[in-house]
């Protein structure tokens, strides 16, 4: 079946460097995506969204690419701080039907 | 608001036995979702509601697993009987509607013995 993946399971990044977390789609219907940021003992909590008539979108820190023509979702972090520390999951969604999570990237961040 | 409310936070319980987890989504969301999340296979969708409709419940592994949304300020899932398999964090969030931000609650750990 069709999914949503990341590319990597783990990722770490020093303070004061930019992250790069990514996520590949399969599904070319998927038309809103988003990243949650999950902590330990927490649950998912949004960070930022796009849907699909849009390639880029800057947050506080955080900018998320789209690019539909290869399927790839991709959050940047600027200046990684300790507390970004968590576990990232990208989401898609299929016509206003429930998020489809991936398996999740774990950022660890060293100062 | 409160955010969505889900309790209990823990449960431990023997094989067999029923439990029910409960959860008050955000007031004004339309769609409530119940996940599960084990390291194996990540955030899976159980089932989700919209104006207190259950319109997909593919996400449910058997008959063993219900859910209800008797009105739009509460929801249950109910495991009848438990099984250890079932052990997990299960998470209720709900949104304005589906193709909108989902607030997560803190889930319920749940841990069948």
């Known amino acids: 079946g069709e999914s949503v993946g990341l590319h990597l399971p783990t990722l770490s990044v020093q303070e004061g460097d930019n992250s790069i977390i990514n996520c590949a789609y399969s599904?070319?219907?998927?038309?809103?995506f988003i990243w949650y940021k999950q902590e330990s003992g927490k649950g998912p909590q949004f960070i930022i969204d796009i849907r699909s008539n849009m390639d880029k979108r800057q947050g506080q820190r955080v900018t998320v690419l789209l690019n539909k023509t290869v399927k790839h979702l991709s959050l940047q972090i600027a200046a990684t701080q300790p507390g970004d520390s968590a576990v990232y999951f990208c989401?898609?969604?299929?016509?206003?039907?429930?998020?489809?999570f991936g398996k999740g990237t774990t950022l660890s961040v060293s100062s | 608001d409160a955010g969505v409310i889900q309790s209990p936070r823990h449960e431990v319980t023997e094989m067999g036995q029923e439990v029910t987890l409960r959860c008050k989504p955000i007031s004004g969301h339309n769609s409530l979702f119940w996940y599960r999340q084990t390291m194996m296979r990540g955030l899976e969708l159980l089932i989700y509601f919209n104006n207190n409709v259950p319109i997909d419940d593919s996400g449910m592994p058997e008959d063993r697993f219900s859910a209800k949304m008797p009105n739009a300020s509460f929801s249950t899932l109910k495991i009848q009987p438990s099984e250890p398999r079932d052990s997990a964090v299960y998470f209720c969030?709900?949104?304005?509607?589906?193709?909108?931000?989902?607030?997560f609650g803190q889930g319920t750990r749940l841990t069948v013995v």
């Open positions: 969030a709900s949104s304005l509607a589906g193709d909108t931000e989902a607030f």
């Open positions: 599904n070319s219907a998927s038309d809103y």
């Open positions: 989401a898609e969604n299929i016509g206003g039907a429930a998020l489809i």
